[in-house]
């Protein structure tokens, strides 16, 4: 094989894969996603967008809701587990969006992290 055609190639495995990168971490829809609630309390607005259907990679049922983290911030995608208790408090914060949440999250790991939202 020639030293051009390796450089071609290379090229465009590189490309092809910086694409696909960019759609994975991108929720449906095209928003980027919201990163970790960080341990203690953060603050998201919850914009009135009707949440959608986002499975994770495993096939778990998620919904996607539409977050900012600041007021001119940009649209973020924020996806919630709906067996969780996290989902059913934003069902009921939903029919008041837009609205400022105050989220209050313990814990580390999978296993032990709980999230509290309160109206803000």
Not at 42 to 47: A, C, D, I
Not at 62 to 81: D, H, I, L, M, P
Not at 98 to 104: A, K, Q
């Amino acid at each position: 094989m020639k030293a051009n055609e390796l450089a071609e190639y290379s090229a465009k495995e590189l490309d092809r894969l910086a694409r696909e990168r960019e759609e994975a971490i991108k929720a449906k829809g095209g928003l980027p996603y919201a990163p970790t609630r960080p341990v203690g309390e953060s603050k998201l607005l919850l914009l009135a967008k009707l949440p959608t259907d986002n499975p994770d990679k495993d096939g778990r049922p998620r919904k996607q809701f539409v977050v900012k983290e600041s007021e001119q911030g940009e649209e973020k995608a924020w996806t919630v587990n709906i067996k969780s208790p996290l989902y059913r408090d934003l069902l009921g914060f939903l029919p008041k969006a837009p609205i400022w949440l105050r989220i209050i999250r313990t814990g580390e790991g999978r296993q032990d992290t709980r999230y509290t939202v309160k109206a803000a």
